[in-house]
């Protein structure tokens, strides 16, 4: 069974950095996609970034490119999400995912891409201070 933890939350000050982390463990293909989401309180679920395995590359939501950065460490099946210059309006539950193959580049781009991933961590909180 497919299990997703995520660890890092936590409280920062504007321009701050955290690194979230999600210990992924029971996925039966050996290349997938594994994926952050965020949602904040009274919007919907957010795509922030997506990492195809085997080489599969990384893609970005316009509104983080260039502040996140998704990587993976693949001899601890862990998933990372180094998040600099953070705004006020990154405030957030985050969220990993996996899928069995990665959205388009053009879907990820554009926060979306929900649909493809079947199995979620609890979600560890976000939030950034002005």
């Known amino acids: 069974q497919v299990q997703l933890v995520e660890s890092g939350g936590g409280s920062v000050q504007a321009g701050g950095s955290l690194r979230l982390s999600c210990a992924a463990s029971?996925?039966?293909?050996?290349?997938?996609?594994l994926a952050w989401f965020r949602q904040a309180p009274g919007k919907e679920r957010e795509g922030i970034a997506t990492?195809?395995?085997?080489?599969?590359?990384?893609d970005y939501a316009n509104s983080v490119k260039g502040r996140f950065t998704i990587s993976q460490d693949n001899g601890q099946n862990t998933l990372y999400l180094q998040m600099n210059s953070l705004k006020p309006e990154d405030t957030a539950m985050y969220y990993c995912?996996?899928?069995?193959?990665?959205?388009?580049?053009?879907?990820?781009?554009?926060?979306?891409?929900?649909?493809?991933?079947?199995?979620w961590g609890q979600g560890t909180q976000v939030t950034v201070s002005s």
């Open positions: 995912a996996t899928a069995r193959f990665c959205p388009p580049r053009t879907v990820v781009a554009g926060g979306g891409g929900l649909a493809n991933f079947d199995y």
């Open positions: 990492l195809g395995t085997g080489g599969g590359g990384t």
């Open positions: 029971g996925y039966t293909y050996s290349e997938y996609c």
